[in-house]
């Protein structure tokens, strides 16, 4: 059986408005997530995603806005048809902390896909995720 989420926590050295306009502007996005972004910032708002490196373009729908403490989106299971397929919830979650911000990521619902499909969309969102979240300080520091 597939493990059904990637979590990941990441303690950032910037104040939890910072780190909330990274994660829900079109602007923050496009320097961290991939190389470009929209986003429609309400539930039911649609984002996209383009990473122009890997050749690879993504839409999500927001599923909760709680500013500046969480955010969350759905999007599709890589290798399924994006029409009507099983989609994951990235959740990610705010907290203020001595020095900083704490970030928790936690993507979930790879079990909905077959195995095959699960495994090896859970381990290519993880190692997404590794790197976007280094990413995602080395903009914030870059930009403080």
């Known amino acids: 059986m597939v493990s ?12 939890i408005e910072r780190v909330w306009a990274a994660l829900t502007t079109a602007e923050g996005l496009s ?14 708002g ?25 955010f969350a989106f759905r999007w599709g299971i890589e290798g399924l048809p994006e029409d009507d397929a099983p989609q994951t919830l990235v959740d990610f ?14 993507e979930s619902g790879f079990a909905q896909a077959a195995d095959d499909v699960a495994r090896s ?3 290519a969102n ?14 914030l520091d870059a930009a403080a």
């Not at 059904?4 to 104040?15: F, G, K, N, Q, Y």
């Not at 649609?46 to 969480?70: G, H, K, Q």
């Open 121 to 123: 969309a859970r381990k």
């Open 4 to 15: 059904d989420t990637i979590e990941r926590v990441a303690v950032l050295r910037h104040p």
């Open 93 to 106: 979650t705010l907290e203020p902390v001595p020095g900083g911000t704490r970030l928790r990521l936690v």
């Open 31 to 44: 320097r961290w997530f991939g190389s470009a972004a929209e986003i429609d910032l309400r539930p039911g």
């Open 126 to 139: 993880s190692q997404g995720w590794d790197t976007e979240l280094v990413d995602l300080e080395t903009y």
């Open 46 to 70: 649609r984002a996209f995603f383009r990473w122009d490196d890997l050749d690879e373009e993504s839409v999500a729908t927001i599923a909760v806005v709680d500013p500046p403490r969480r």
